[in-house]
């Protein structure tokens, strides 16, 4: 009987000790996401929202969208864009794309996303919006996911020695070990989490966003959310309403569904609205791939 | 030769506005860049814009038809290939040259207007004309500075060509504009000179006065004092065509849109 215990009885505690362990993981992965900021939170702008929605990528995802829209980059079929003469926009991120897309002369979105994604102008909307409380910068919430799974690498530890030892006497340590399994996969789920963290609040903001924009976009011409931007801000480039357009951006960057958003924990919403004024050719909607379900019908 | 169909107005067709070009209204023909293309496999957009009945006229920059050396049959074999390929009503070049003794100058150099020049892009016309399938337009191009002891005016140099080669002409308004403010030359004397039923198309560019020079960039807008050449040439005769050529810093698709329908109003007032 090493250190006094029966393999059964020490197999009791262990699972004692595993619930609590879990118990206290799962507390502080709730307080993560609870936010800790009591600010009111104002309405947010495009950008904001594109951010809460998909993080740093989908911001600049947005920001391609609005600029294709109102004509101040165009996109071929060889799967590039350029900005053209045409460039007016003061927005701070669709001046990053702009000077983005003038540095090179064959850029792909695939190339673009990522490299804007880093820009001032990016990582300043995440600041704020983490400030409002509706998002938990990425490395608060790794660091806090770690001390909340420190008891669970505690009992793990523990596990592990009385099982070499279990075996170096010769006891049996079946049960042991595939606790020590079950454990250790407590441990990666525990501490698993997206790239992008949204708050309770974060949440909650989103999915009102995402009521009003669709009842919006039906019903009166209020443009804050509304075009091909706004459907790109919920649901990505793979959303784009242009058909052609479309299928020339993701074309370079492999498949529509390459650009992951945040984790958030309300499942993953219909990403397309329910109409939407922005297609420039009513058959440029629905049909082709990436597009989640395919876009609503055509405005005209 | 019976005259030329009935184009109306066009854009250049350039790979990086493709789509854009695929949905401008009112693009009734396009053309395209012959060097550009390759036999076999013609890009996608191109073979929409036929899918749709849109002609689609290949225009060559390389024939090099005033240069003293004998044409390049493979190149006007190329020439002659794409047109095939597209289908094209006719193929068009530069009254110019781009080479000189092996080396390539990268533009579209003036020819002397004199007699024995005349003879020489005469008998290369012809060498080309009998190589390829159809007819055969040439344009007339812009020039910063002029040879001496030319005989010819411009206008006249082309009546010739026409009369001896019985080739089409294909007459830049931009190109005219930036002689007269460049070199001094009259448009309206030119339009005179020229057999103005042997027209093909027209082409309209944009450009920019740098300072006492103006430059045919086509990156820029058109200006309107080309439209105002236009205006005089439709006052002639109506052109079969009319073509904006764009080739850099391309702007809005609304901004194409309307300097179209800007080319399109000048061609309907008079016509109308």
Redo the contacts between chains.
């Keep these: 009987m090493p250190w006094g215990l029966s393999g059964p009885e020490f197999l009791q505690l262990y699972w004692i000790g595993l619930a609590l362990a879990v118990l206290v993981a799962i507390v502080v992965r709730v307080r993560v996401r609870a936010g800790h900021s009591s600010q009111p939170v104002r309405s947010l702008d495009m950008d904001e929202l594109a951010y809460l929605a998909g993080g740093p990528r989908r911001v600049v995802e947005t920001s391609i969208a609005r600029l294709l829209t109102a004509g101040e980059l165009r996109t071929s079929r060889r799967g590039t864009v350029q900005v053209t003469s045409t460039t007016n926009s003061l927005n701070k991120v669709d001046r990053a794309v702009i000077t983005d897309s003038q540095r090179y002369t064959n850029r792909t979105v695939n190339l673009m996303v990522p490299a804007v994604s880093k820009d001032g102008a990016v990582t300043e909307i995440g600041r704020r919006l983490e400030e409002m409380g509706l998002v938990v910068h990425p490395d608060v919430a790794k660091s806090a996911l770690r001390k909340g799974s420190i008891a669970l690498w505690v009992l793990l530890a523990v596990g592990v020695v009385r099982l070499v030892n279990g075996l170096a006497i010769g006891a049996p340590v079946g049960y042991l070990a595939l606790l020590l399994l079950l454990t250790g996969a407590v441990i990666f789920i525990l501490t698993r989490r997206g790239k992008n963290l949204r708050t309770r609040k974060g949440n909650v903001v989103l999915s009102e966003a995402r009521t009003s924009s669709s009842s919006r976009m039906a019903t009166s011409d209020d443009a804050l959310y509304a075009g091909a931007a706004g459907l790109v801000l919920f649901g990505g480039l793979a959303v784009y309403p242009d058909l052609a357009v479309r299928s020339s951006l993701l074309a370079s960057s492999g498949s529509g569904s390459s650009y992951s958003g945040y984790s958030g924990d309300g499942g993953s919403y219909s990403s397309c609205s329910s109409s939407s004024s922005s297609c420039s050719s009513g058959s440029s909607c629905g049909g082709g791939g990436g597009c989640g379900g395919g876009c609503g019908g055509g405005g005209g | 030769m019976a005259g030329i169909t009935d184009l109306g107005v066009g854009i250049g067709w350039r790979?990086?506005?493709?789509?854009?070009v695929?949905?401008l209204p009112g693009v009734d023909f396009v053309e395209v860049v012959a060097e550009n293309l390759h036999i076999g496999h013609l890009?996608?957009?191109v073979t929409l814009l036929l899918e749709r009945g849109i002609p689609v006229l290949p225009h060559a920059v390389s024939l090099s038809l005033g240069g003293a050396d004998p044409v390049d049959l493979n190149r006007v074999e190329h020439l002659g290939k794409i047109a095939e390929a597209v289908g094209a009503p006719m193929v068009s070049d530069h009254v110019c040259f781009v080479r000189a003794g092996g080396l390539d100058s990268g533009h579209l150099m003036p020819v002397p207007r004199t007699k024995d020049a005349l003879d020489v892009l005469v008998a290369n016309v012809r060498l080309a004309q009998q190589n390829l399938p159809v007819p055969l337009a040439l344009e007339n191009v812009a020039a910063l500075l002029e040879w001496p002891d030319g005989e010819l005016t411009e206008g006249q140099f082309l009546a010739e060509l026409v009369e001896r080669t019985d080739c089409w002409l294909l007459v830049d308004v931009a190109n005219l504009y930036a002689n007269a403010r460049n070199i001094g030359t009259d448009p309206e004397r030119f339009l005179d000179e020229i057999p103005l039923e042997r027209l093909a198309y027209v082409h309209v560019a944009g450009g920019e006065q740098h300072g006492d020079v103006y430059h045919d960039t086509h990156a820029h807008a058109v200006l309107p004092e080309v439209l105002g050449v236009l205006d005089e040439l439709c006052s002639r005769v109506t052109p079969p065509g009319v073509l904006l050529e764009r080739d850099d810093?391309?702007?809005?698709?609304?901004?194409i849109a309307s300097e179209l329908a800007a080319i399109r109003a000048v061609v309907d007032k008079r016509r109308g």
């Excluded at chain 2, 790979?15 to 854009?20: A, C, V, Y």
């Design positions: 790979s990086e506005i493709d789509l854009t695929e949905r890009p996608e957009s810093n391309y702007p809005s698709d609304t901004e």
